[in-house]
């Protein structure tokens, strides 16, 4: 953005970023949720390992899928790592809600899993929107979670953006970040050299509703368990 905006409550970061300059100011704002992929690595840990067999990153995507939009119910809550800055700086844990022993299965956890995610980044979002941030495009590197078609889908359909993917990973997109800072690219264009998108994803406009709804009652579950704390803002 290029405003210096910020949040009351500190739940997102605001930072000059690396191609902010005088005239053309430009900030960064970060949303941070420290549960996310320590759900997903969680899952695989504990829900898809025994001894030494084990189902890839790759084998739980291809199970999720099998499962519809919503989970058939079954909500997850991905804030089991500390206390999280979108939710008050509240440690609420992990939660599963509505599990269900005579339909949900291994998959359905998986699925939930893959969605709860979404949806936190959707709640977090939602933040940054009601302080004047668009989201009508998003890109990202081709890695981690984004190789999952589910939560590629889902992102993309919940938040009504268009998701571009990029050959690229973190890191090095933190090293090219590094290189502007420390001016070993004669330009910033420079930087980018070589990038190239690999894959769009558009949103589903068909599971939208289906998306929608699930999203209301993952909200109405963390609102629950904010609730027997001190009271959230309700934003939603």
């Known amino acids: 953005t290029n405003k210096p905006i910020s949040d009351i409550h500190s739940r997102i970061k605001t930072f000059v970023h690396v191609n902010h300059n005088n005239i053309e100011p430009r900030y960064g704002v970060s949303l941070c949720i420290y549960g996310t992929g320590l759900l997903n690595s969680w899952l695989k840990r504990n829900i898809v390992s025994f001894g030494k067999e084990t189902l890839s990153y790759s084998q739980m995507n291809k199970f999720a899928e099998l499962i519809p939009a919503g989970s058939e119910g079954l909500i997850i809550l991905p804030f089991g790592n500390r206390a999280e800055r979108i939710l008050f700086n509240k440690n609420i844990g992990g939660v599963i809600c509505n599990l269900d022993f005579n339909i949900h299965t291994k998959a359905h956890l998986l699925r939930a899993g893959q969605e709860g995610i979404v949806f936190a980044m959707?709640?977090?979002?939602?933040?940054?929107?009601?302080?004047?941030?668009?989201?009508?495009?998003?890109?990202?590197?081709?890695?981690?979670?984004f190789l999952s078609q589910l939560f590629c889908e889902a992102f993309a359909t919940m938040t009504n953006s268009i998701?571009?993917?990029?050959?690229?990973?973190?890191?090095?997109?933190?090293?090219?970040?590094?290189?502007?800072?420390?001016?070993?690219?004669?330009?910033?264009?420079?930087?980018?050299?070589?990038?190239?998108?690999?894959?769009?994803?558009?949103?589903?406009?068909?599971?939208?509703?289906?998306?929608?709804?699930?999203?209301?009652?993952?909200?109405?579950?963390?609102?629950?368990?904010?609730?027997?704390?001190?009271?959230?803002?309700?934003?939603?």
């Not at 609102?223 to 001190?230: A, L, Q, S, V």
Request: some cysteine; hydrophobic content about 40%.
């Open 122 to 145: 959707k709640y977090g979002m939602d933040i940054m929107s009601n302080l004047g941030m668009d989201f009508k495009n998003i890109r990202a590197a081709n890695s981690n979670l």
């Open 163 to 236: 998701i571009t993917l990029y050959d690229i990973d973190g890191a090095q997109g933190t090293a090219r970040g590094a290189g502007i800072g420390a001016k070993i690219y004669s330009s910033f264009d420079d930087a980018f050299i070589g990038l190239k998108s690999v894959k769009v994803i558009e949103p589903n406009m068909k599971n939208q509703d289906n998306y929608l709804e699930a999203y209301l009652k993952w909200y109405l579950c963390l609102k629950r368990f904010m609730d027997e704390g001190e009271k959230i803002i309700d934003h939603c």
